[in-house]
């Protein structure tokens, strides 16, 4: 029986959109870099575990494009923020329906320190609706680490095989069924509250 529930934030609860960030720093460096989800450097990696500063990854970035002039800080972050478009609409009714329901709610989401300040500050009121919250550049752990998943089920004294985790990268997905915790390829789409629940609710459905 599924009791709780493990979502990635991005790309299921919250809406980015990375082409976005990609052109604002090709038009602050005159350069053009390829990165998404899938597409990423090294240093963002780092970044998204803690492993180094905000200054560090601004200077590291600044390198990747060849750059050798300055950037105001507020510019860069700036760039690197207006990927971040909000919550889904569905996202607080539908995280308030679940809870009611009795589930167990976490999430668990690859982020960095300018990503989660911005957010947070955005949307303080959405994160109290959640049992648990597990953010990559605060638990030195990212999916789709084994490392991370261990992490998270000791955290929440969690079974794997009560847990159901969304996401909308299928490694993420692989990686979890991995640890025998079930999981929902999620496929991004302007979905209702009804319309979410419902895939949900199947999906628990099928996995009791």
Same mark, same amino acid.
């Given at each position: 029986?599924?009791?709780?529930?493990?979502?990635?934030?991005?790309?299921?609860?919250?809406?980015?959109?990375?082409?976005?960030?990609?052109?604002?720093?090709?038009?602050?460096?005159?350069?053009?870099?390829?990165?998404?989800?899938?597409?990423?450097?090294?240093?963002?990696?780092?970044?998204?575990?803690?492993?180094?500063?905000?200054?560090?990854? +601004?200077?590291?970035? =600044? /390198?990747? &494009? !060849? #750059?050798?002039?300055?950037?105001?800080?507020?510019?860069?972050?700036?760039?690197?923020?207006?990927?971040?478009?909000?919550?889904?609409?569905?996202?607080?009714?539908?995280?308030?329906?679940?809870?009611?329901?009795?589930?167990?709610?976490?999430?668990?989401?690859?982020?960095?320190?300018?990503?989660?300040?911005?957010?947070?500050?955005?949307?303080?009121?959405?994160?109290?609706?959640?049992?648990?919250?597990?953010?990559?550049?605060?638990?030195?752990? +990212?999916?789709?680490? =084994? /490392?991370? &998943? !261990? #992490?998270?089920?000791?955290?929440?004294?969690?079974?794997?095989?009560?847990?159901?985790?969304?996401?909308?990268?299928?490694?993420?997905?692989?990686?979890?069924?991995?640890?025998?915790?079930?999981?929902?390829?999620?496929?991004?789409?302007?979905?209702?509250?009804?319309?979410?629940?419902?895939?949900?609710?199947?999906?628990?459905?099928?996995?009791?």
């Amino acid at each position: 029986m599924i009791k709780n529930i493990l979502f990635d934030l991005g790309g299921v609860l919250y809406k980015v959109d990375y082409r976005e960030t990609a052109q604002k720093l090709a038009d602050i460096f005159s350069a053009t870099m390829e990165f998404s989800q899938e597409k990423e450097l090294s240093v963002i990696a780092e970044y998204e575990k803690g492993n180094i500063s905000t200054d560090v990854f +601004r200077q590291e970035i =600044s /390198s990747a &494009f !060849h #750059y050798e002039g300055s950037v105001e800080n507020t510019q860069f972050d700036h760039a690197w923020n207006v990927m971040l478009k909000g919550f889904y609409d569905y996202t607080e009714p539908m995280l308030n329906t679940l809870t009611q329901k009795g589930y167990n709610i976490a999430i668990l989401s690859n982020i960095n320190k300018l990503h989660l300040e911005h957010i947070h500050n955005e949307f303080p009121a959405i994160f109290s609706v959640l049992h648990h919250c597990f953010f990559s550049c605060n638990i030195g752990h +990212r999916k789709p680490e =084994s /490392s991370c &998943f !261990h #992490y998270v089920l000791d955290e929440c004294g969690w079974n794997p095989k009560e847990t159901l985790f969304v996401d909308d990268a299928l490694r993420h997905c692989k990686a979890a069924a991995l640890e025998h915790i079930h999981t929902l390829h999620w496929q991004s789409a302007p979905y209702s509250v009804q319309e979410v629940l419902s895939i949900l609710l199947e999906a628990i459905e099928n996995h009791d």
